[in-house]
């Protein structure tokens, strides 16, 4: 275990030297405020590579990064001036976000509201100051291209002098070689990623299990069915942008994981009859939590485990560990990260 961690701090002091802004959610935080706050050194404590202080500079901490950093302007921009028409014209453009790190290949979609939003021309026009690092489309999708910085602007169409500014860092990930198995369970998180490659389909021995499980259920008066099975890294891809699109980043990375770290992928889960949280409070939903341990299963995103598991409640979605192990984690009372020991929490938020 030690050494895993020891890899995982050595990955984000990579990313670090990168100059990719990342941070350590150690605590489910207010979306809205987590983006403003996009930190470009970690919180945690500092890894063991660095060196000493050197004794001739003991307050050098209080010169470091740090202030410049909250020098820069982040944020809505004075009142811009409008035509003296008589008519109601946009002034501000507010975003959810002014600073994003994002993935090669990934998306980010700040959300924009136009000042006054009594404006009846409320119409969006993004660029890039450098497509060959990040592109946007007309909706505001911002996709990573190249590892860089740079600039994407959104200007009221009403009035261009009323615009705003969001400084995107693109992040390329180190890739992954091998997935990781601990106790001899394949993890599959935010933190332990699976690589690119990793496409088997469906484990077989876990459909077997499912089919076990439908049937008892059947038996029950119950009716299980399977909505999501496994996804290739591909489809994931197309997932997990087509929610960003959606909603932005921020919600869509609690629900819908980034290629590599769903579980999937590995053919290991299954999303059952209706992605509604409402569904843990159905009969359906209450059999499964109920007995989906005796088939080898676990819901593997509890309610209230967020900040552990990385994901929202999801009582649809059930992960296959075999019997001995699913039973184990159950009577733990414990998510499957408390169970390992293990963190959930991407590199690049
Ligand atoms: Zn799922």
Known sequence: MRSRMMIVMGLVLALFLTGCSFGFRGEETKPAEESHETKTEPDTEKPETTPPETPSAPESEETEPRETEE???????????????????????????????IEVGL????LVTMLPTSAPDQREI???DNESVATVDPYGRIK???????????ASADNPLAYA??????????????????????LVNKTYRLPA???????PEAEAAL?????????????????????????????????????GKIAADRYSARPGSSEHQAGLAFDLNSLEQSFGETAEGRWLAAHCAEYGFIIRYP????????FMYEPWHVRYLGLEKAKAVEESGLCLEEYLGVVSQYAIE
């Open 107 to 110: 998306t980010d979609m700040p």
């Open 144 to 154: 990573g291209v190249s590892e860089g910085v740079c600039t994407v602007t959104v």
């Open 165 to 186: 500014e969001v400084k995107v860092t693109v992040c390329r990930l180190p890739e992954v070689t091998e997935p990781t198995v601990i106790d001899g369970i394949l």
């Open 303 to 310: 309610a209230d485990k967020e900040d552990k598991t990385g």
């Open 71 to 101: 020098t820069e302007q982040d944020g809505p921009r004075e009142p811009a001036p409008v035509p003296d028409d008589g008519k109601i014209h946009v002034h501000t453009v507010t975003l959810n976000v002014y600073r994003t790190s």
């Open 197 to 203: 490659s990793y496409n088997k389909g469906v484990d």
């Open 126 to 128: 993004w660029s890039s």
């Open 211 to 247: 089919e076990e499980m439908t049937a008892a259920a059947k038996r029950d008066g119950i009716e299980l069915f399977v909505v999501s099975g496994f996804r290739s890294y591909e489809k994931q891809t197309n997932l997990y942008n087509t929610y960003v699109g959606r909603e």
